[in-house]
């Protein structure tokens, strides 16, 4: 079992930065496919970046040359890193872990999940 906790979300003004973090307990994420997602009222859950077991990353076209995912081992800790903020970016952003393996964007395929943490981009 694994549980997963988000900080660092809060209020930015476009153009600014934030970085996200997702702590994990339980047991090690290191060879774990982790992904961040987003998700506004009424819409559905957002493949936003993710990384697989080697940390080979993947971005949703919306954000890439904006957010960076990482992950520090020994913190036990997936990481996103969102600069250039735009109003859009607004929503509440989950981690999810979907064991080991490979990259998926499917929300569908993810194990555990974190409780989200909101993203307020003020234009």
């Known amino acids: 079992q694994v549980q997963l906790v988000e900080s660092g979300g809060g209020l930015v003004q476009a153009g600014g930065s934030l970085r996200l973090s997702c702590a994990a307990s339980?047991?090690?994420?290191?060879?774990?496919?982790l992904a961040w997602f987003r998700q506004a009222p009424g819409k559905e859950r957002e493949f936003v970046s993710g990384?697989?077991?080697?940390?080979?990353?993947y971005d949703v076209d919306s954000v890439k040359g904006r957010f960076t995912i990482s992950r520090d081992n020994d913190k036990n800790t997936v990481y996103l890193q969102m600069n250039s903020l735009k109003a859009k970016d607004t929503t509440v952003y989950s981690c999810?872990?979907?064991?080991?393996?490979?990259?998926?964007?499917?929300?569908?395929?993810?194990?555990?999940w974190g409780q989200g943490t909101q993203i307020t981009v003020a234009s």
């Open positions: 999810s872990s979907r064991g080991g393996g490979s990259y998926s964007s499917d929300p569908k395929s993810s194990k555990y």
């Open positions: 339980g047991r090690t994420i290191s060879g774990d496919a």
């Open positions: 990384l697989d077991w080697s940390s080979r990353t």
